[in-house]
C-alpha cells in the first residue's frame, strides 16, 4: 500500500514569493492534515481536512496561507506572499477519521527555505 | 488544554543496549491516546507505536515498548536492542479530544537519540 506522497520536497524561494505544496494521502483515508514543523521544534498543526470539508483551521495564519481539497482526495497548501519565517518543514499527514483508527501517517514533507 | 512534555537533553546510547525516552503528558480528557513517532534526517515521522488510555496492558510492537504509567501520567518509550538505524528524533504525541475525524494530535518538542556503534 503507497503511503503520503508530498511534493516537491525541496523548494527555496525569496521573501514576498509564492509557493505551493501538494500532499496525495493514503487511498481510502478521509482524514487529511498539514502540520508546519520549524526547526527543533514538534509540528503544528495548521489545517485538518475531513473529506473535502475543514474541521480545523485555527492555527493557519489565513491573511498568507490557504489550502484545499476541493474531491476530498489530494490537497494543496499555499503561501502567499512568503515570509521569512515561514521557513519549515511542511508535512502532511492522513488517517482513516474512523473511531478507533486515529493513527496518523505522514509523508516525506516538504523543506522549505525563505531568503 | 492538553500538553507533551519531554525534558531530556540529547540521549545517548550504545548499540545493542536498551534505551528510555521520557515522556509525560497532561490532559483533563478521561479518553486519550498516546504515540510514538520517529523522524530521522530524511524528514519523514514515521509512527511507532499506539496506547490507549483505557487499554489494560503495555503496548509492544517489535523492539519498540511503551512504558504507560497512567497515574504519573508518562508514556516512555522503550526501544531494546538499539541498531545504528535507531539514531533520529523522537516525538511524543496525543491526541487531544475528539475521535475519528476529529481527533487531533498535540506534539512534544522531541529527543535526539544517538546510538554509538
Known amino acids: 500500500e503507497a503511503g503520503v506522497a508530498q511534493s516537491p520536497r525541496y523548494k527555496i524561494i525569496e521573501k514576498r514569493q509564492s509557493v505551493a505544496f501538494w500532499c496525495n494521502p493514503i487511498s481510502g483515508h478521509a482524514t487529511l492534515y498539514w502540520y508546519q514543523q520549524i526547526l527543533g521544534q514538534g509540528p503544528k498543526l495548521l489545517i485538518q481536512f475531513q473529506n473535502n470539508g475543514v474541521v480545523d483551521d485555527s492555527q493557519l495564519p489565513k491573511d498568507r496561507f490557504s489550502a484545499e481539497r476541493l474531491k476530498g482526495v489530494d490537497s494543496t497548501l499555499k503561501i502567499q506572499p512568503a515570509k521569512l519565517e515561514d521557513s519549515a518543514v511542511y508535512l502532511c499527514a492522513s488517517s482513516s477519521g474512523r473511531v478507533g483508527q486515529e493513527t496518523q501517517y505522514f509523508g516525506p514533507g516538504t523543506r522549505l527555505l525563505v531568503l | 488544554a492538553q500538553k507533551i512534555t519531554q525534558t531530556q537533553p540529547g540521549m545517548f546510547v550504545q548499540e545493542k543496549e536498551a534505551v528510555t525516552l521520557d515522556c509525560t503528558y497532561d490532559?483533563?480528557?478521561?479518553?486519550?491516546?498516546l504515540f510514538w513517532y520517529k523522524q530521522p534526517s530524511s524528514g519523514e515521522m514515521i509512527f511507532l507505536i499506539y496506547?490507549?488510555?483505557?487499554?489494560?496492558q503495555n503496548a509492544t510492537e517489535g523492539r519498540y515498548s511503551l512504558n504507560f504509567q497512567k497515574a504519573r501520567k508518562s508514556a516512555n518509550l522503550v526501544i531494546s536492542a538499539s541498531q545504528l538505524g535507531d539514531s533520529a528524533m523522537y516525538f511524543c504525541?496525543?491526541?487531544?479530544?475528539?475521535?475519528?475525524?476529529?481527533?487531533?494530535?498535540?506534539f512534544g518538542k522531541g529527543i535526539t537519540l544517538s546510538v554509538r556503534p
Open positions: 490532559t483533563s480528557d478521561p479518553s486519550y491516546g
Open positions: 504525541a496525543m491526541t487531544n479530544g475528539g475521535a475519528g475525524a476529529n481527533s487531533k494530535l498535540t
Open positions: 496506547q490507549g488510555s483505557y487499554d489494560q
